[in-house]
């Protein structure tokens, strides 16, 4: 019996190809940034389906905030305001009276109430703080005054049935700022208040002759000052 005869390969297999050390780096880095961005969509899914419950309560309040006015006036026209009414034909010692009213007809007290009063035409007769106009303003207190004339034939003249008092003390006409509290306290200082005037103007008995034949006109100004500020 002969004996068969078998051939073999007896080589060794031929070794596996390692990727260099750096690829395997990369790939396993991206495989764990993979796995944390996989996590993280897991876990935000898992948050999207978990719902949260708090307790509210509201309440709500309005208010409104109005400011108010500050308004001092004087009488339209007729016995509450003789201002408007001119005189002319002066001569020394001569006076010229007007009343007035001032009311507050704002919805404030006031702090202070003053006149102003210039001259929108000049002359001597304002010029001359000596010999020219000569101002005093009076108040019958709480009461109207009685009128008596009627400023063309005869002059305005006014009787006090109450008390008279002294607003101003005889002042050159023209004056930017007068205070009208100096020397009492004026009812149109109260919201609704108000304060019955006569203004007299005096020509000086020293009047010289260059004050003959010359004309001023003049404006008065009131103004009240609001009272000082408060809590609300």
Not at 44 to 59: D, E, N, Q, R
Not at 123 to 133: A, E, I
């Amino acid at each position: 019996m002969g004996t068969g005869k078998h051939s073999y390969n007896s080589a060794a297999p031929a070794a596996l190809v390692q990727p260099p050390p750096d690829a395997r780096r990369r790939r396993s880095a991206r495989r764990k940034v993979l796995l944390t961005l996989a996590a993280l969509l897991a876990a935000g899914s898992i948050a999207g389906l978990v719902t949260f419950a708090t307790f509210t309560s509201t309440t709500t309040v309005s208010s409104s905030a109005a400011s108010g006015t500050v308004v001092i006036a004087l009488g339209g026209s007729g016995l509450i305001n003789r201002l408007t009414v001119n005189a002319s034909g002066l001569v020394p010692t001569d006076t010229i009276q007007r009343g007035v009213d001032l009311t507050n007809t704002g919805s404030q007290n006031l702090a202070s109430l003053t006149l102003g009063v210039s001259a929108t035409a000049s002359s001597l007769l304002d010029t001359d703080t000596t010999n020219g106009l000569q101002m005093v303003i009076d108040r019958c207190f709480n009461t109207a005054w009685t009128e008596s004339g009627n400023g063309t034939t005869t002059p305005y003249t006014y009787v006090c049935g109450a008390t008279t008092q002294t607003v101003v003390a005889s002042t050159p006409v023209v004056n930017s700022s007068i205070s009208l509290a100096g020397l009492v306290t004026p009812t149109a200082l109260t919201a609704g208040g108000t304060d019955h005037l006569r203004v007299t103007l005096t020509l000086p008995t020293n009047a010289p002759n260059t004050m003959q034949g010359v004309t001023s006109t003049f404006l008065y100004t009131f103004t009240g000052t609001q009272r000082a500020g408060a809590s609300h």
